[in-house]
C-alpha cells in the first residue's frame, strides 16, 4: 500500500498560485501513474490532473486546463501540480494518488491516498 504525503497548500486570493508535492519515503513513485484529485465540502472526490509513469502523457479535467500543470521528477521521488490563476471554486482538499489509467480519463488504482493538502482561494 502507497503511503504517500501531500504538502504545498495554503491560503491564497484569487488570481493567485501554489505548487503542491506528494512523495513517498518507502515507495519509489516512477514504477506508478500517478494523479492528483481534490474534495470540496459537500462534494465527490474528482480528479484533476494526471500522469504517467515516464511522464510523457499527461490529463488535466477541463475545469483546470491552461490553469494547472501536473508534472513529475522521478529523481526526487516527486509529483508534482502547479496551480495557477486560482478561483474560489477550486477551494478544496488535495489528495494524490496511484492512477491506473491516465486517459481518456483519471482512473484511482487501488485506494492508497494521503492525507491531502488543504487549498483555500478567498477575497
Known amino acids: 500500500q502507497l503511503q504517500l504525503v501531500e504538502s504545498g497548500g495554503g491560503l491564497v486570493q484569487p488570481g493567485g498560485s501554489l505548487r503542491l508535492s506528494c512523495t513517498a519515503s518507502?515507495?519509489?513513485?516512477?514504477?506508478?501513474?500517478m494523479g492528483w484529485f481534490r474534495q470540496a465540502p459537500g462534494k465527490e472526490r474528482e480528479g484533476v490532473a494526471c500522469?504517467?509513469?515516464?511522464?510523457?502523457?499527461?490529463n488535466h479535467v477541463d475545469s483546470v486546463k491552461g490553469r494547472f500543470t501536473i508534472s513529475r521528477d522521478n529523481a526526487k521521488n516527486t509529483v508534482y501540480l502547479q496551480l495557477n490563476s486560482l478561483k474560489p471554486e477550486d477551494t478544496a482538499i488535495y489528495y494524490c494518488?496511484?492512477?491506473?489509467?491516465?486517459?481518456?480519463?483519471?482512473?484511482?488504482?487501488?485506494?492508497?491516498w494521503g492525507q491531502g493538502t488543504q487549498v483555500t482561494v478567498v477575497s
Open positions: 518507502s515507495v519509489t513513485l516512477a514504477n506508478y501513474g
Open positions: 500522469i504517467t509513469t515516464t511522464g510523457s502523457v499527461t
Open positions: 494518488a496511484a492512477v491506473s489509467i491516465v486517459r481518456p480519463k483519471c482512473v484511482v488504482a487501488g485506494n492508497s
